[in-house]
């Protein structure tokens, strides 16, 4: 397994910070959108129900990108940290594969099933 070191600090930095500020855009697009659209005047019936569908799932994107954000503006607190790339659960290292698929990963694959597959409490 290839793990993640201090050389690579910069390399998984500028990664995060490109995320970062993609997921920023994405936001504020979002919201221009939406302060666009509750100016629109909407007349025909099916004109609605198509706007609100699209609201719903620009909703839910908008949701997935918050969080996102999240994970990304923690991961470079980890990285200031110098614990990026350990296992928030464990603490053993996260795979270099894995974290070039996932700069924002904090758990090993491991650790990410058991989280994905515990019954709810």
Request: hydrophobic fraction near 35%.
């Amino acid at each position: 397994m290839k793990r993640y070191h201090s050389g690579l600090v910069a390399e998984y930095d500028q990664l995060l910070a490109r995320r970062e500020r993609e997921l920023c855009a994405l936001l504020r697009a979002r919201e221009e959108q939406a302060v666009g659209a509750a100016r629109d005047d909407i007349s025909d019936f099916k004109d609605v129900a198509t706007r609100e569908s699209q609201v719903v799932v620009d909703e839910v994107q908008a949701e997935h990108a918050a969080h996102e954000l999240e994970q990304v503006l923690a991961a470079r607190r980890r990285l200031q940290e110098l614990n990026y790339g350990m296992c928030q659960d464990c603490g053993a290292p996260i795979d270099l594969r894995r974290l070039s698929a996932m700069p924002a990963a904090s758990h090993c694959v491991s650790c990410q099933y058991m989280r994905e597959h515990q019954p709810y409490s």
